[in-house]
């Protein structure tokens, strides 16, 4: 039962991120870009816990952490710089 | 493994992943920015929740003593998530007055 | 003395429980390196983040707290049926908040819980007129959404900060 769930699992958010990825090269503006970008990060987190799960071991978990705390940093980032940045500021 | 337990962890990895993909669907198929922004804040961040409770639980179970890092995962996720959303509307707001001021008078 | 101690208890005991967590609550030594660490910071960040408010009612933040973990799964729900029904059937809205409350903290606090919160997301935060800006997501009733969201989330965010 385990193995079915963290299978159907796998396949369920390599659909998200199949989503969030044609979200970002659709865009129509850069701010849908970079919310894809965060999405599609958030779904990578999901999917490195589950790969722990399966793989059980714990190692992944800090992968997860990092991803978490630079994706945050990044999408932080790339609204400032449009916030801060922009050449029509 | 306990039964109950792996049926707790399967539930959890399955709810999760499906709350996942319903945020994606949303920011993929809703029809302006500002829609689009719900889907990620709210399933996506219950989707990686109810994962990194899995794993929690998962390990806890199947480990000597508990496992809690995985909720500190969530704690920050869940501290996070507004503020990039915060931010995410100010840059499309910001943007789209500048485009307004620029449709109309060619400067800001 | 207790003040001078503790300045901030709800940041001590937060920064605590979130390093026993990332520890695994493992040996007595990391243990004790996370409630040194816990007396320590916030002294240390107190000469830039003076007038944070305090905890008034503890025991009204832990009941808020089990209601919000509650209505977020709700919110989930009723997202996720509005992201896989019809399109066209929803009704996007801004929609202003007029804020009782005047305490930046308090306002960052409410403004988050909106966002994880039915179907809307705080887009800005006015302190000059102390309006909370929301986007929501389904909202044929903006008048509704007001009241719910100072009956639910204000009025209680205000008791506990005593703001």
Redesign the interface.
Known sequence: MLNFAIEAGFVLIGLAMLLNLWRLLKGPDITDRILALDTLNINAIALLVLYGIREASSAYFEGALLLAAMGFVATVALCKYLLRGDIIE | ?NPYI??V???L??L?????????????????????????????????GA??L??AV??TA??D?????????M?????????????????????QA?KD??DVDGT? | MMRRLLPRPALSLTLFLLWAALSNAGSAGTLLLGALLALLLPHIVSPFWPDAPRIKHPGVALSFAARIAWDMLLANWAVARRVVGPVTALHPAFVEVPLDLRDPFAATVLGSIVSLTPGTVSIDVDRERWVLQVHALDAPDPAALIRQIKQHYEKPIREIFAC
């Open positions: 493994m792996e049926f962890v399967a539930a990895i399955l999760g992943a499906l709350f996942a993909l319903l945020g994606s669907i949303g920011l993929a198929r809703l029809p302006d920015f500002f829609t689009r922004l719900h889907g990620p804040t709210k399933a996506t961040t219950l989707g990686v994962m990194v899995a794993s998962y390990f199947t480990r003593g508990v496992s809690l890092h995985e909720i500190a995962v704690v920050f996720l869940f501290i996070t998530a507004p503020v990039s959303a915060h931010l995410l509307a100010k840059a499309a707001l910001h943007r500048a001021g620029m800001e």
